[in-house]
């Protein structure tokens, strides 16, 4: 699976942006697609992750209620809604995929990565 992210970008604290990730390669139903980011001199760290059904979605904790997870099958795309975005959001944010039709958190369970696309939100 090729994955390539677009639509980061510069923007001011409680704007919006919408992340997409393109999708390619092995059939995108059977993978269970993720999003996380790594902010500068930090891990990488989990965001959010939705089921190859779609059916379960997945937040951690600091994006509840201001992200949303979604994909579109028939287009092999997932989305990343960011809304009331905050400084400490930005990030370079990746896209990621593990196969079967259950979320895992870990990094090192993914097996597949985009190379990312950065996000800067100005306070």
């Known amino acids: 699976v090729q994955l390539v992210e677009s639509g980061g970008g510069l923007v001011q604290a409680g704007a919006s942006l919408r992340l997409s990730c393109a999708a390619s390669g092995r059939p995108f139903n059977g993978y269970t697609m993720y999003w996380f980011r790594q902010a500068p001199g930090k891990e990488r760290e989990y965001v959010a992750g939705?089921?190859?059904?779609?059916?379960?979605?997945d937040y951690v904790d600091f994006v509840k209620g201001r992200f949303t997870i979604s994909r579109d099958g028939a287009e092999n795309l997932v989305y990343l809604q960011m809304n009331s975005l905050k400084p400490e959001d930005t990030a370079v944010y990746y896209c990621?995929?593990?196969?079967?039709?259950?979320?895992?958190?870990?990094?090192?369970?993914?097996?597949?990565w985009g190379k990312g696309t950065l996000v800067t939100v100005s306070s």
């Open positions: 939705i089921t190859s059904s779609g059916g379960w979605r």
């Open positions: 990621a995929a593990s196969p079967g039709n259950f979320i895992q958190r870990r990094n090192s369970a993914m097996n597949y």
